[in-house]
């Protein structure tokens, strides 16, 4: 299962991006899927998850200025970052709790893109 990222860059604080992560592979069902970022000296922290029921998840710092969706049928999920501020910039890693054909459940990680938020 390979989980591709993309969408990040430099924008300007107050600005927006899209993020967009497919995964793809042996895939019979994905449960789980989600945002995390790590910054420079910082442990990875969660953003927000989305169930595939479409439960969703928000750390606190992000409520009401971060939107996270999937799409079942293009097994992508996205992350709409609106208001960004400095302290968004990170690089944003996409996860998913995946059932794959070889058999059981397990998490993937995509390689992370990069959001830079320039004051």
């Known amino acids: 299962v390979q989980l591709q990222a993309s969408g990040g860059g430099l924008v300007q604080a107050g600005g927006s991006l899209r993020l967009s992560c497919a995964a793809s592979?042996?895939?019979?069902?994905?449960?789980?899927m989600g945002w995390y970022r790590q910054a420079p000296g910082k442990q990875r922290e969660l953003v927000a998850l989305v169930t595939s029921g479409g439960t969703t998840h928000y750390a606190d710092s992000v409520k009401g200025r971060f939107t996270i969706s999937r799409d079942n049928a293009k097994n992508t999920v996205y992350l709409q970052m609106n208001s960004l501020k400095p302290e968004d910039t990170a690089v944003y890693y996409c996860?998913?709790?995946?059932?794959?054909?070889?058999?059981?459940?397990?998490?993937?990680w995509g390689k992370g893109t990069q959001v830079t938020v320039s004051s």
């Open positions: 592979g042996n895939i019979v069902s994905i449960n789980t």
């Open positions: 996860n998913a709790y995946v059932v794959t054909v070889v058999g059981g459940l397990r998490g993937y």
